[in-house]
């Protein structure tokens, strides 16, 4: 099984300011062949189902604000809110779908 | 309006059983592979099971292989999760899940660009 690992656990950021966070797979998720990473991100706010923000590491899905961007390749990836917004306070999380899906244990973004 | 929408969680005691249902609306279910997906309180997501267009090919998480079946009935746009053997540790909300269908390339992959509301299933004695 591919294990995803996530940094930090939590991170507090000021309205506006830039929030990174980093997913680490056990084993590269890059399909060599097809030149493709997978590695979705999600967001998921309390009493909600998670949210497709971003897929083959950097697509970010149909409606997802622009704010949003992932990149990275092979083992290890990161997710960038540009400019955070009071709305985007949730948990969020990788998962890679090269092997059975296997999700990370969560970054919660708050703000500071 | 696309959605899904999950029923037929509740409270059983260890052992026992339950059937998940999931309605699809808006879409045809029969185009996507679909998943169902759990999450135990304050834990991250984790996938259980998934099944393809057809119901030809079925895949499960260790965990729950030879206690969960997934199904489908692409007629009534439904899919299905009957849990057997229930433990302690299978306490969580369960989430009906449409898997990515690329359509250049006409393949299915496991990110999840739908996802229902959820229904809770708690197992306790």
């Known amino acids: 099984d591919i294990v995803m690992t996530q940094s930090p656990d939590s991170l507090a950021v000021s309205l506006g300011e830039r929030a990174t966070i980093n997913c680490k797979s056990s084993?590269?998720?890059?399909?060599?062949?097809?030149?493709?990473?997978?590695l979705a991100w999600y967001q998921q706010k309390p009493g909600q189902p998670p949210k497709l923000l971003i897929y083959?590491?950097?697509t970010r899905e149909s409606g997802v604000p622009d704010r949003f961007s992932g990149s990275g390749s092979g083992t290890d990836f990161t997710l960038t809110i540009s400019s955070l917004q009071a709305e985007d306070v949730a948990v969020y999380y990788c998962?890679?779908?090269?092997?059975?899906?296997?999700f990370g244990q969560g970054t919660k973004v708050e703000i500071k | 309006e696309v959605q899904l929408v999950e029923s037929g969680g509740g409270f059983v005691q260890p052992g026992g059983s339950l059937r998940l249902s999931c309605a699809a609306s808006?879409?045809?279910?029969?185009?996507?592979?679909m998943s169902w997906v759990r999450q135990a309180p304050g834990t991250g997501p984790e996938w259980v099971a998934n099944?393809?267009?057809?119901?030809?090919?079925?895949y499960y998480v260790d965990s729950v292989k030879g206690r969960f079946t997934i199904s489908r009935d692409n007629a009534k746009n439904s899919l299905y999760l009957q849990m057997n053997s229930l433990r302690d540790e299978d306490t969580a909300v369960y989430y009906c899940?449409?898997?990515?269908?690329?359509?250049?390339?006409?393949?299915?992959?496991?990110?999840?660009?739908?996802w229902g509301q959820g229904t809770m299933v708690t197992v306790s004695s």
């Open positions: 899940a449409r898997d990515l269908y690329d359509i250049l390339t006409g393949s299915s992959h496991d990110a999840f660009d739908l």
């Open positions: 808006g879409f045809a279910l029969s185009a996507y592979y």
């Open positions: 099944i393809k267009q057809d119901g030809s090919e079925r």
């Open positions: 084993q590269s998720v890059l399909y060599s062949s097809k030149n493709k990473n997978y």
């Open positions: 083959w590491a950097s």
């Open positions: 998962q890679q779908y090269y092997g059975s899906p296997r």
